[in-house]
């Protein structure tokens, strides 16, 4: 991020602009919607800048600009459609410590405006950084088509009501009075019998609230997938939307939880095999705590919750406590995975089923039916398998797997720094240990990625 997103306050506070044509006049429309003093500098003004000079909307100084004019500015605009002059002027408004920006140069500007959706008080900034404008404008047109013209209003009377809202509890009391206002009575109120009809609805959902029993805590338990974002469900992130409280594990990606409410509060319960964890009655205590305390808990498993994720524990603590909750499912390790080698987990004429299994259990390295495991075409998933490799590769062969079985080790499965390594069992160790593998690794034995699978079959049938 080049450009860090504020709003900034300027009402009643200078905002200099040089230039008197086309490219003034498109940053004046939007300045003039805020609260500034407006000054324009140019030797010749554009007639719609001098009839909003003759609307009080700004001051006009009919020259070039000089040294001394932009004295006490909060921004400047360099607006003059031609290079030198704005690198000029630019010079002039830096020394005398105002914000530059030089329209349509975005190396040399301080700050840049970006596309905006006016619902005034309501207002959504959207910027790319100069990398794509055609995009900005692209979002702020789908923003205006769903954002309601009445929500200005709304939020500019519902401002007025706040301190009177302060008599309900923070957190999630108080959020559900503003959503059923700006989501449900309040448009409604509004569409039927017009801004009068907004504050006695205001009054009526505080009473209903302030009668309203005290909500009850419930915790959703949130598969977060392998930790691509976009690979979350709709479900998880409604979940996340709502959450008071995020209980996650660590291998939740930092860009799932950015998904979080701000005021969330964001708990790392994080566990590592062979390595510091807390406790699983430590989590199961925590969850029940802020439940019970009547908070919307979202606790996020990376993957799925249902594979390898202590869930029945979760639910034992849950039911013990009476509290209510629901599980979500997310995507697997192993389904994410096996999409990026161009391979399914099931296949007719090879294998007719696939195991998911882990490379360490709570009392050290899993054991499993290795007989079976070995015999030709079987396909296993092997989660949390990075450390106990060498023992599931010497349990294999030993009970007769073929040494030049397949094996594909996938690392940061989803994410931006994934990496896949194709091998064979025989090599799975020292691979494992050679590729210096520092993220979350899930082990597919039995399967190569599909051109690698296709080059072997080629070279089996030369030979």
């Not at 957190?171 to 206002?181: H, N, P, Q, T, V």
């Not at 629901?326 to 999409?339: D, E, L």
């Amino acid at each position: 991020m080049q450009h860090f997103p504020i709003f900034l306050a300027v009402a009643g506070r200078r905002i200099v602009l040089s230039g008197g044509g086309d490219a003034a006049m498109a940053k004046l429309r939007l300045l003039m919607k805020t609260e500034a003093k407006l000054t324009v500098i140019a030797a010749d003004v554009a007639p719609e800048i001098q009839r909003w000079a003759a609307q009080d909307k700004l001051t006009i100084i009919n020259r070039a600009m000089q040294p001394g004019d932009a004295l006490c500015a909060a921004l400047f605009y360099a607006a003059n459609e031609d290079d030198a002059e704005d690198a000029r002027v630019a010079a002039i408004a830096n020394a005398e410590g105002a914000l530059v920006n030089i329209v349509d140069n975005l190396a040399d500007s301080q700050f840049i405006t970006p596309a905006i959706v006016d619902r005034d008080p309501v207002t959504v900034a959207i910027g790319t950084e100069g990398a794509a404008p055609v995009l900005a404008r692209a979002i702020k047109a789908d923003l205006e088509a769903r954002l309601p013209q009445s929500l200005g209003v709304l939020a500019r009377i519902g401002k007025t009501f706040r301190h009177a809202v302060d008599v309900l509890p923070m957190g999630r009391k108080r959020r559900d009075f503003w959503s059923s206002f700006y989501f449900g009575a309040g448009p409604k109120a509004f569409d039927e019998k017009g801004e009068a009809a907004v504050i006695p609805t205001l009054e009526t959902l505080l009473d209903q609230q302030i009668m309203a029993t005290d909500t009850a805590g419930h915790v959703d338990l949130v598969g977060a997938g392998p930790g691509d974002p976009e690979l979350l469900t709709l479900k998880a992130r409604n979940a996340l939307d709502k959450a008071d409280v995020v209980i996650h594990d660590r291998l939740v990606t930092p860009e799932i939880l950015e998904l979080a409410r701000r005021e969330a509060i964001i708990i790392d319960a994080g566990k590592e095999g062979f390595g510091p964890s807390m406790a699983q009655s430590d989590i199961d205590a925590l969850i029940v705590e802020h439940a019970q305390n009547g908070h919307h808990v979202v606790r996020l498993k990376a993957g799925d919750p249902t594979v390898f994720g202590r869930l029945d524990e979760e639910i034992e603590a849950l039911e013990a406590a009476q509290v209510s909750y629901r599980i979500i499912p997310g995507i697997t390790a192993a389904s994410a995975a096996v999409a990026h080698i161009g391979q399914s987990l099931t296949k007719r004429n090879r294998n007719s089923a696939v195991r998911l299994i882990t490379g360490h259990d709570t009392k050290g390295y899993a054991d499993h039916d290795w007989k079976a495991l070995a015999a030709p075409g079987e396909v296993a998933a092997i989660y949390m398998g990075k450390k106990s490799a060498r023992f599931i590769q010497g349990r294999l062969l030993m009970h007769g797997a073929d040494p030049a079985t397949p094996v594909t080790i996938i690392e940061n499965v989803s994410r931006a720094d994934q990496r896949i390594i194709a091998t064979t069992l025989v090599a799975l160790e020292p691979t494992m240990s050679q590729s210096r593998l520092s993220g979350p690794v899930i082990t597919f034995y039995g399967l190569a990625p599909r051109e690698a699978a296709a080059q072997s079959l080629k070279l089996k049938e030369f030979a």
